[in-house]
């Protein structure tokens, strides 16, 4: 039988993935979610730095990272400067401080088209699983294990699933273009 909900299920994670890809994004403000997605090698794997360390933000312009191995202070330094964050760490023993610098017009700009291209890219992942779900109704239908309406009714539940992230998606791209463009 057709399960309807793990359509849905399968369009909420596509959305928490970009959600959490976003947060990582760098605005003017310091957010310690901006170290998300970067990766330190370390004990032969790559770990996420908030797994070898404390991160805060003692001020809006500063993140604070207090190591708590010292050998793995030049491990996440590295990893830092190697990420596509722009970021400048200063060391003090086991305490890492990035100042983070505010962004200039250009720069604001290419964050803008860079939202705006995960947004699309999260679109696109949302209308595949549309049309995974609507090729499995067509598959249901040939099979006749489930009859015309039943398929009308499921591709309209899905439709209604679709439109309705893609607005959150829409939605979300807007509000980060505004926290970019803040000053």
Do not use: H
Not at 79 to 104: H, M, T, W, Y
Request: net charge positive; proline share 3%; hydrophobic share 35%.
């Amino acid at each position: 039988m057709f399960n309807i909900s793990q359509y849905d299920e399968k369009m909420t994670k596509t959305l928490d993935v970009f959600s959490k890809e976003l947060s990582s994004l760098r605005t003017g403000r310091a957010n310690a979610s901006m170290l998300d997605l970067v990766k330190v090698d370390v004990y032969g794997q790559q770990m996420p730095i908030n797994q070898l360390a404390s991160i805060t933000t003692p001020e809006p312009r500063t993140i604070n990272i207090q190591v708590w191995d010292l050998n793995n202070v030049n491990l996440i330094d590295a990893a830092i400067k190697k990420s596509e964050l722009g970021l400048n760490p200063q060391i003090d023993g086991q305490l890492i401080r990035l100042p983070v610098p505010d962004l200039s017009e250009e720069r604001r700009t290419e964050m803008k088209k860079i939202v705006k291209s995960m947004g699309e890219k999260c679109k696109v992942s949302i209308r595949n699983i549309r049309r995974e779900a609507n090729d499995d109704l067509k598959k249901l239908l040939k099979n006749k294990e489930i009859s015309e309406d039943e398929v009308k009714k499921n591709e309209k539940i899905i439709q209604d699933f679709t439109d309705k992230n893609i607005k959150l998606i829409d939605d979300k791209v807007i509000s980060k273009e505004k926290d970019i463009m803040t000053i």
